[in-house]
């Protein structure tokens, strides 16, 4: 029993020496790959308890825990298929003969084994890694030339409703200068139209100053004089002037009075003043 | 293509522009506001105090029967008598002159008469009058002159007189009036026959033909003094004509000769000088305002026409060619028509024919209207009509509108003549 425990002392120690050496190994062989943003974190663990299918322990004599920086453990490793790093076979049972050399063999053996794994799984890595670099790239460029197709087309988009725009604002252009041409063309005949309108309403105030015109026969037959006026926009009547005066002071009076008796007259059309001038006269009734 | 397009359109409409902005929009339309004469609206309030009623009243009538103005119904009055004078008051009433005032009565009547013109809200004028409680009428025509002047331009007639004969059992008498008729009196000048009186330019001298104790003679008596006396004796029948304007002679006509001619009588030297040579009869000479031509009636033609000469005797003209009779011309202050009494249908009636013989026109039709006499004015003419029957001393409107007699019916009056001023 006693032995039993020496072996397994034993077969321990040298797995523990055998995982150490691995260990200089692979940070030797970590070394040569240069392979960058690893780090590796082990934790060992004393095995007091039975093997067990857990991910391995490596049992030390020393302190509980111990953290070595040098093996660290994978920390976001980007990889996508993460494979246990340094999971031992389960250690062989007691069948093996506590021979060193053939130990030694095996965990050569192993090791290589391991390093070829490792090797591998860097290699397969590396060009996943390489292969997901270069699809990111592809990617990327496949996006790049999205975005540049995308812009692109936007840019052309922008273009095409610039231009749009632009013979929009032509035909607007176009449209609003034929409608001025009509506006025009109609205004000629809507000119007419309003001094016609004028001349409807100055006959208008014509009846509207007759009605108040009021003189005496002592004025002689001939007598005639000429008042102008301005029609404000309220249809207030504003004597201007007496353009030309008759001479006799009785027919002027009468005429101004005439305008003031009028006074306030419907408003002007087209809410603009007008100018009028009044021949004040007496009609013949020889 | 576009762009050549826009920039031409452009131009167009920039040169549509300027020459829209160089065209006279607003020119200026010119209206006929030719209007025949109208009778002009007038408020007279009754003057506050005694007499006041009175007065008002006859300034009324007078503006009345001027023709000129349309005196405002009382009640129709959009102020009261003794409130002053507001223009917001006869706004769009029409009303062209405000009358109003106030009367005291001390020893003598004292008025004070304001004239306001309603359209424009102005004082024309305001006035004192000072008369005799006797003399009530003549202050009211003295106002109603005084306000017919301020608002036709003219003078009024209201303070002139009618003269005319009355027809009293076996003889007749000269009498005067005021241009209404109102106020007749009958003065102390009679005769078995009195014919044609005739004012001096003085309006108070006046002439007139009487037969007095079968003799013809030719008399002038001034009114003021009522003194007469005898610028003429001489044989036949010699008619009193008319006055120069300058007074110094007196036209008659006269048949001492034989058939009746015209004849100048000098009034300072008492000469006369003769005027017609015709073998016809040659009557009723009326002088021009103007003084230098004549009209009168001759039958040298065959039946009694109006002509018209120079005073001197030459230029002689006939201007009537319508009707067998027409006689009586006289002359318009304006001396621009003559008028005259024509026979018309059997009846006479009173006629205005210009100066130069053109637009006869008969302005009476009822009864037999003879003997006119203008108006100082020479808006109204004076006749005499036996429309009523028996004649009368009647006034008209020189246009032959608004006849009316002037003397009181039973009153046998006839020849007016309307005093010069």
């Known amino acids: 029993m006693t032995d039993h425990l020496s072996f397994e002392r034993a077969a321990a120690f040298s797995f523990a020496i055998h995982v150490a050496a691995l260990l200089v190994l692979s940070l030797a062989a970590r070394m040569s790959i240069q392979f960058e943003p690893e780090v590796y974190t082990v934790e060992l663990v004393m095995p007091d308890h039975a093997p067990s299918p857990e991910p391995p322990r490596v049992e030390t004599p020393g302190p509980d825990r111990l953290e070595s920086t040098p093996p660290p453990e994978p920390v976001a490793e980007p990889a996508p298929a993460p494979e246990p790093v340094a999971a031992p076979e389960p250690a062989p049972s007691s069948t093996a003969m506590a021979d060193y050399a053939a130990s030694r063999e095996v965990l050569a053996t192993r090791s290589r084994q391991m390093a070829e794994q490792k090797a591998a799984y860097r290699r397969k890595l590396a060009a996943a890694e390489a292969a997901a670099a270069r699809e990111t790239a592809e990617a990327a460029r496949a996006r790049e030339i999205e975005r540049l197709r995308q812009e692109q087309a936007r840019q052309s988009a922008i273009e095409r409703i ?12 176009i449209r609003r200068l034929a409608a001025e041409q009509a506006a025009r063309a109609s205004s000629a005949t809507s000119q007419a139209e309003m001094d016609q309108a004028r001349r409807e309403y100055a006959l208008k105030i014509e009846a ?11 004025v002689p037959a001939t007598t005639r004089c000429v008042v102008a006026i301005t ?24 005429a101004l009075s005439a305008i003031t008796k009028t006074g306030t007259v419907p408003a002007p059309p087209f809410g603009r003043e007008i100018p009028l001038g009044v021949n004040f006269g007496r009609k013949e009734i020889r | 293509m576009t762009r050549r397009l826009g920039n031409t359109l452009c131009t167009l409409l920039a040169l549509g522009l300027a020459l829209s902005a160089c065209r006279p929009a607003e020119a200026k339309i010119y209206i006929d506001v030719i209007q025949s004469p109208r009778k002009l609206p007038v408020a007279v309030l009754e003057l506050n105090g005694p007499y006041g009623a009175v007065i008002s009243r006859i300034v009324r009538s007078d503006l009345q029967l001027s ?3 349309a005196p405002m119904r009382e009640e129709a009055f959009m102020q009261r008598p003794e409130q002053e004078f507001r223009r917001a008051s006869w706004a769009g009433t029409g009303v062209e002159f405000v009358v109003r005032g106030g009367v005291t009565a001390g020893a003598e009547l004292e008025v004070m008469v304001e004239l306001h013109d309603a359209v424009e809200g102005r004082e024309i004028f305001r006035k004192q009058y000072r008369a005799d409680r006797a003399l009530v009428r003549p202050l009211a025509h003295a106002i109603a002159n005084d306000i017919f002047q301020k608002a036709t331009g003219r003078d009024g007639i209201f303070r002139s007189k009618l003269l005319y004969v009355t027809h009293e059992e076996n003889f007749y008498r000269l009498n ?29 001298t006046v002439y007139y033909a009487a037969e007095r104790g079968r003799a013809w003679g030719v008399y002038r008596t001034s009114l003021s003094t009522m003194r007469e006396e005898q610028v003429l004796k001489a044989q036949g029948t010699n008619i009193t004509g008319d006055v120069l304007p300058d007074g110094s002679g007196l036209l008659l006509s006269m048949s001492r000769s034989g058939s009746p001619d015209l004849q100048l009588l000098d009034l300072t030297s008492g000469g006369i000088k003769r005027l017609t040579w015709d073998f016809g009869i040659e009557v009723s000479p009326a002088v021009a305002p103007d003084g230098a031509s004549i009209a009168f009636v001759s039958d040298r033609g065959g039946t009694p026409q109006i002509y ?22 006289t002359w318009s202050p304006e001396g621009d028509l003559i008028a005259y009494s024509g026979r018309h249908e059997g009846k006479n009636q009173i006629f205005t024919i210009w100066a130069d013989g053109t637009g006869a026109r008969m302005l009476t039709s009822a009864g037999n209207n003879e003997e006119p006499s203008f108006s100082p004015d020479g808006r109204f003419i004076a006749f005499t009509s036996d429309r009523d029957g028996h004649k009368a001393v009647y006034v008209m409107r020189v246009n032959g509108e608004d006849q009316r007699r002037i003397t009181d019916k039973g009153v046998h009056a006839f020849t007016p003549r309307w005093s010069p001023r």
């Open chain 2, 176 to 204: 005067i009036s005021d241009w209404d008729g109102q106020r007749p009196v009958p003065l102390q000048i009679t005769g078995g026959a009195l014919m044609a009186p005739r004012w001096a330019p003085d309006a108070d």
């Open chain 1, 231 to 254: 029609v404000l926009k309220d249809g207030t009547i504003r004597i201007d002037t007496v353009e030309t005066p008759s001479g006799n002071r009785i027919f002027d009076r009468a």
């Open chain 1, 208 to 218: 509207l100053i007759l009605e108040n015109f009021v003189f005496p026969e002592t």
């Open chain 2, 308 to 329: 018209t000469m120079g005073l001197v005797g030459y230029n002689v003209k006939r201007i009537t060619y319508t009707g067998q009779y027409n006689t009586s011309p």
């Open chain 2, 67 to 69: 023709g000129l103005f």
């Open chain 1, 162 to 173: 610039r231009q749009e725009q632009a013979r929009g604002a032509e035909m607007e252009r």
